[in-house]
């Protein structure tokens, strides 16, 4: 099963990726920044996104919800809504 949440910020697109053998990979603008395998664990993927010529940095964290699996997302340490599309 995959899951896949994406999120918009100044018109750059931020993804982020989980499957249960390919584990997690954070994307910003269709290059992978991050990717990590957790299978016990909950993922913590980091990048970042460049505006204004300043670096901002990007976390994103997958955690399980009991019911799936939910992202939080983090740019310049504030939280940024992101939408599951898969």
């Given at each position: 099963?995959?899951?896949?949440?994406?999120?918009?910020?100044?018109?750059?697109?931020?993804?982020v990726?989980?499957?249960?053998?390919g584990?997690?990979?954070?994307?910003?603008?269709?290059?992978?920044?991050?990717?990590?395998?957790n299978?016990?664990?909950?993922?913590?993927?980091?990048?970042?996104?460049?505006?204004?010529?300043?670096?901002?940095?990007?976390?994103a964290?997958?955690?399980?919800?009991?019911?799936?699996?939910?992202?939080?997302?983090?740019?310049?340490?504030?939280?940024?809504?992101?939408?599951?599309?898969?």
């Amino acid at each position: 099963m995959k899951s896949i949440f994406k999120a918009i910020y100044n018109n750059q697109e931020i993804r982020v990726e989980n499957s249960w053998f390919g584990g997690e990979k954070l994307f910003v603008n269709n290059e992978l920044q991050d990717e990590t395998v957790n299978y016990y664990t909950p993922a913590r993927l980091t990048g970042h996104i460049i505006e204004n010529g300043n670096k901002l940095p990007i976390k994103a964290n997958l955690y399980s919800s009991g019911i799936g699996v939910k992202c939080s997302l983090f740019i310049d340490d504030k939280k940024i809504k992101t939408h599951k599309v898969k």
